[in-house]
């Protein structure tokens, strides 16, 4: 029997590890922080099988969330840009091929409003419309390694929380959308004065592929955790996830 050294038993542990890092969100987060040392004292796991550096890598992601959160500045604004510098035509992108984007029914949409709320109504997109409206021309970065400047345009997300007296010192809002996908944001970024509940792009009516009737434009944080074609919103202080968080994207996903 060969019995293998230590060493080289944690070595096999971090090249799986290293592995598992095929996401790039993750790799950007965790390459730096990686050892097996370092992954075990930081999460307190001992780590001696796959699920045991799976679960690892989940609690350094975590960990990394309060670093985020930490390191957050509500009043701190992204960049903005000209007209000139908007990207045409802007790329599309979901977890499926352009033909197969929702078809949401203008008339019969009902926003959902839901958890700590104090008022459930379901919203009409006349009455979205209605609320004073902010656009701003802003860069969206996805983790698949591309970035496009646009312009986005719709209600400024800490006045709808306030107009449906949203419980602020909650922790998170999620988000449910038309296409199955959801995710969900830490409430200081909800709040954000560049955080909007985007209803246009370009100055037109938000465009199918790029979420009508709605999506939550947020230029402080990456693209994945912008959902498009919202269709309900509610405040928890339950951890809701996310479609790719789930699957191991950091959910703090910071820009
Ligand atoms: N509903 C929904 N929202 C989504 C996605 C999706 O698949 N479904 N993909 C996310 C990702 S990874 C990106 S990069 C952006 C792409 O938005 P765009 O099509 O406007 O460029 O949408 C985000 N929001
Ligand atoms: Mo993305």
Redesign the pocket.
Known sequence: MIKQSPLAGDDAVVKEALRRLDHPARRLFMQRALTLGGLSLLTGCSITDDESVENALMKVSRLNDKAQAWLFDPNRLAPTYPESMITRP???????DEDRVPDVDADAFRLEVSGRVADKHAWTLSELRAMPQADQITR?I?V?GWS?IGKWGGVPFSAFLRRVGADLNARYVGFK???D?YTSIDMPTALHPQTLLALSYDGQTLPR???FPM?LRMPTKL??K????VQAIFVTNTYPGG??EDQGYNWFGGS
Do not use: I, L, T, V
């Open positions: 802007f790329p599309f992108n979901a977890f499926y969206h996805c698949e496009a959308c038309a296409d996908y592929r790029y979420g999506k693209g994945y912008n959902p498009k074609h479609y790719w």
